[in-house]
Every structure is written in C-alpha cells, then in structure tokens.
C-alpha cells in the first residue's frame, strides 16, 4: 500500500505473526509491528470486526513518516485472549500494559473506524503505568456514539441492523454470531467483500481494487472469526451502550479525518465527535470513503499526527 503521493518503491513486507505478553491478570496480548523498526511508537486501534493484520496497510507509510506502528489485537479477536466483562476503559490499561513491557516511554495511539472509541478511550484514560505516557491521538473515519439514535440512524441498512444486536439479549447476538456463522466467515472471509461493496463510493471501490488490499482485509475478518467472535460481540455492546468516557474532558488535541463520501460510517459521526471533544480539529475530505481515507492518505495522517508528539 501507498497513499496518494507515494513513490512506487516499496519496502519489505513486514512478517504480522503475533507477538505476545501477558497481562497482569494472566490474558495473553497478542500484537504485531509495522513500519520503522526504530520509529516513534504509534498503538494501532484496530476497526470492527477486524485484527492486528488490518495495519499493515499502514506500513509503507509508517516505514516513510518514521513510525513504528504497534498493532494489538483486541481480547476476543486474533490470537490475543478474551476479556468477559470489559469496558472501553479497559482497553486503555491493556495499551498502558502493552507500552510499559515494550519500554516505551512516550507513544501516540490512532483508531481507524471502530477503532475510534477505543483510541478516545486511551485519551481519556491515558495513565495506569508511569512509564507509558500517551503524547497524541488520531482518529480516522471514527464510529461516533451509536448508543445515540441520531447517530445510529445515519448508518446504512446493513451497519445498523448489525449494531442492533448490540442492544439485544446476549442470546441474540450468540445466535447470530454463533458457530455457523463464525466458521463460514472464518473459512471464506471473502465473502464479506460484497457487503463492502453495498455503500461504497467509487473512492473505495478503487481502493479495495489495489494490491492486497482486500486480501489483507479479508485476511483480518477470518482473525476476528476465528475463535467464535466474542470480541465482535462484547464490540456490538459496547458500541451501542453509553460508552462512559466523559468527551468534553478529554482535553488533549484530538485530529480527526473522515471522507465525505463514507458509506459505511456517514462523517456525520466524525462531526459530532468534534463538537464534543474541546480541542478536536477535523480534516474533511471530499468524495474520499471509509478505505479510502486510511489508505490514500496514510502518510499525511501519520505525518500530523507524529508532528504533535
């Protein structure tokens, strides 16, 4: 991958088996890397449902910025264990864990679609471990509060019958994401490139045309459907619940980018957000989508956002 004005050299591809730690509650982490191997360090927030793999569309990118990207994959996807019971919250203490045993001393942290609230939730919640501070975020074509139904509403069909489940019985949700569903999208992820295609502008439809784009992505949802999905499960709950984060306390600049053409998550939710965070700057692209923001643009996002560590 590389974005608009990138040149057609192209460094190695990068090895995105998972590294592991454990947790201080003895969960397994599991992440991988990409970009400059002595870059800044830059903690991936992975989309829905998704995996750690889903940044290496960031590499060439962060190998021409100078970032290192860390990818975790969240409990319940990929190869990292699941968590019963977490909140967003949570996920700022596994990051902090996840920079104090790398030793990093200072990390910026971007969260790409559904990734988004996971990333506002390390900023708001960016200490746990001394040693590992939080110095910017980003977040690209970010899911907003669908707990709210203004926002929820704004989605396509298809989007918001599937955060839907988020607010029915845990049955629900285990029915539809049980076995058979889990193991046929695990075994022939492919055929989830349809439903990309259902609200995609032809930005998108370009894109996920490119390379390994789509292979890549199809590669993330097998991850995440690999172990029966509960991280794509508790995601459905957590997105559509009242995500406890306190918006308007976060007061550290928050970048956010978003295409104007997005089908799968409306830049409406990117405009909410920014009325909410105190000190949030938007980047709205014209005609561009919700693959083709993080793809075309990557070394512009990686770019701003290392200039305000």
């Known amino acids: 991958m590389s974005d608009a004005h990138g040149s ?22 599991a992440y991988a890397q990409y970009g400059a191997e002595d870059g800044y360090p830059v903690l991936y927030c ?7 793999r889903e940044a290496r569309l960031l590499h060439e990118a962060a190998v021409a910025t100078g970032a290192q990207v860390i990818a975790p994959d969240r409990p319940g996807y990929g190869d990292s264990d699941d968590a019963p019971g977490r909140s ?36 708001r919640h960016p200490s746990g471990h001394r040693r590992a501070r939080l110095t910017a975020c980003t977040l690209v074509c970010p899911l907003g509060a669908v707990y709210r139904d203004e926002l929820l509403d704004q989605m396509n069909p298809a989007a918001r019958a599937s955060l839907l489940l988020g607010r029915q019985p845990t049955w ?54 690999q172990n029966g999905a509960p991280g794509a499960r508790r995601d459905l709950s957590l997105y559509t619940n009242p995500w406890g984060l306190d918006l ?20 409406a939710h990117a405009r909410w957000l920014a009325e909410q965070l105190p000190n949030a700057h938007l980047t709205e692209l014209p005609g561009e989508g919700h693959y083709s923001v993080p793809i075309r643009y990557a070394r512009q996002i990686l770019s701003e956002l290392l200039g305000l560590v």
């Open 8 to 29: 057609d050299k192209r460094p190695p591809p990068p090895d995105d088996g998972a590294h592991c730690i454990r947790l201080s509650d003895g969960r397994r982490l």
């Open 46 to 52: 992975h989309g829905f449902p998704s995996s750690r």
């Open 88 to 123: 967003l919250a949570g996920w700022a203490d596994d990051c902090a864990a996840l920079a104090q045993q790398l030793g990093l001393e200072r990390f910026a942290v971007v969260g790409v679609s559904g990734g988004g609230p996971y990333a506002l939730a390390c900023a």
């Open 172 to 225: 629900l949700a285990k029915l539809v994401y049980g076995a058979p569903t889990t193991a046929i999208l695990a075994r022939w992820p492919d055929l989830v490139e349809q439903l990309r295609d259902i609200a995609a502008p032809p930005a998108d439809r370009a894109v996920l045309r490119e390379g390994d784009t789509a292979r890549i992505l199809n590669r993330t949802i097998g991850d995440a459907m």
């Open 248 to 267: 308007d306390r976060i007061n550290r600049p928050i970048r956010i980018w978003h295409g104007e053409a997005d089908g799968t998550v409306p830049i």
